[in-house]
C-alpha cells in the first residue's frame, strides 16, 4: 500500500495495491499491522459503519468531544469529496482543512484521526461508504460544526444547495463550537 501524508501530515491518504485482470479486481482493504506501521502508531479499531447517500447530500461536519474518533474511510460505491478539519487546540495546523475524492473506482482511502471533524458530499447519483472508527458512537458526546462556515471557508464542490440533514442544517460555527 502506499500512504501519502496530506497537507496536515495526520491526515493520511492510504491508496491500496490493486490486482487487476479480466476476472475483475483483488486488493486488501485492511492490514492492522501494516495500517499502524504507515500511521506511526498504534489503533485500535472498534466499530465498522456504512452509509449511502445520494447526489449532493452534505453530511458533517461532525466529530465527538470526550470519546473522540478516529475514522479510516473509504468509498465502495460512487463518488464523493471527503473533508478532515484539524479542531485540536494546541495544533499548528487548527482550523485548516484537506480535502480528498475518494470513489469505488480510485479505491482510496482516508485516514482522519481523532480531534478532527469530518464531512462529505456525495458527487454522483448514489455513494456508499464503509469506515472504521476508533471510538463507539456516542450521541451525547456528538458535535457538528456548519459546513458552510465563513471561518473555515471550504471550497465544496457543490451545484445549488445541498441536501443536509435537520441536525446538520442547526449546527454550530466554528468558533462558537470550538472556544
Not at 7 to 23: G, H, N, T, Y
Not at 30 to 58: M, P
Not at 123 to 138: F, P, Q, R, S, V
Not at 142 to 166: F, M, N, Q
Given at each position: 500500500m502506499?500512504?501519502?501524508?496530506?497537507a496536515?501530515p495526520?491526515?493520511c491518504?492510504?491508496e491500496?495495491?490493486?490486482?487487476?485482470?479480466?476476472r475483475?479486481?483483488?486488493?486488501?482493504?485492511?492490514?492492522?499491522?501494516q495500517f499502524?506501521?504507515?500511521?506511526?502508531?498504534?489503533?485500535?479499531?472498534?466499530?465498522?459503519?456504512?452509509?449511502r447517500?445520494?447526489?449532493?447530500?452534505l453530511?458533517?461536519l461532525?466529530?465527538?468531544?470526550?470519546?473522540p474518533?478516529?475514522?479510516?474511510?473509504?468509498?465502495v460505491?460512487?463518488?464523493v469529496?471527503?473533508?478532515?478539519?484539524?479542531?485540536?487546540k494546541?495544533?499548528?495546523?487548527?482550523?485548516?482543512?484537506?480535502?480528498?475524492?475518494?470513489s469505488?473506482?480510485?479505491?482510496?482511502?482516508i485516514?482522519?484521526?481523532?480531534g478532527?471533524a469530518?464531512?462529505?458530499?456525495?458527487?454522483?447519483?448514489?455513494?456508499e461508504l464503509?469506515y472504521?472508527?476508533?471510538?463507539?458512537?456516542?450521541?451525547?458526546?456528538?458535535?457538528c460544526?456548519?459546513w458552510?462556515?465563513?471561518?473555515?471557508?471550504i471550497?465544496w464542490?457543490?451545484?445549488?444547495?445541498?441536501?443536509?440533514?435537520d441536525?446538520?442544517?442547526?449546527?454550530?460555527?466554528?468558533?462558537?463550537l470550538?472556544?
Amino acid at each position: 500500500m502506499k500512504v501519502t501524508r496530506l497537507a496536515i501530515p495526520e491526515v493520511c491518504l492510504i491508496e491500496p495495491r490493486v490486482f487487476v485482470d479480466d476476472r475483475g479486481f483483488f486488493f486488501e482493504s485492511f492490514n492492522q499491522r501494516q495500517f499502524n506501521e504507515a500511521i506511526g502508531r498504534e489503533v485500535t479499531f472498534v466499530q465498522d459503519n456504512h452509509s449511502r447517500s445520494a447526489k449532493n447530500v452534505l453530511r458533517g461536519l461532525h466529530y465527538q468531544v470526550e470519546r473522540p474518533q478516529g475514522k479510516l474511510v473509504r468509498v465502495v460505491q460512487g463518488e464523493v469529496f471527503d473533508v478532515a478539519v484539524d479542531i485540536r487546540k494546541s495544533s499548528p495546523t487548527f482550523g485548516q482543512w484537506v480535502t480528498e475524492i475518494l470513489s469505488a473506482e480510485n479505491k482510496k482511502q482516508i485516514w482522519i484521526p481523532e480531534g478532527f471533524a469530518h464531512g462529505f458530499v456525495t458527487l454522483t447519483e448514489h455513494a456508499e461508504l464503509l469506515y472504521k472508527t476508533t471510538e463507539y458512537y456516542a450521541p451525547e458526546c456528538e458535535r457538528c460544526i456548519r459546513w458552510d462556515d465563513t471561518e473555515l471557508a471550504i471550497k465544496w464542490p457543490l451545484i445549488g444547495e445541498p441536501r443536509v440533514s435537520d441536525k446538520d442544517r442547526a449546527a454550530q460555527s466554528f468558533l462558537t463550537l470550538i472556544f
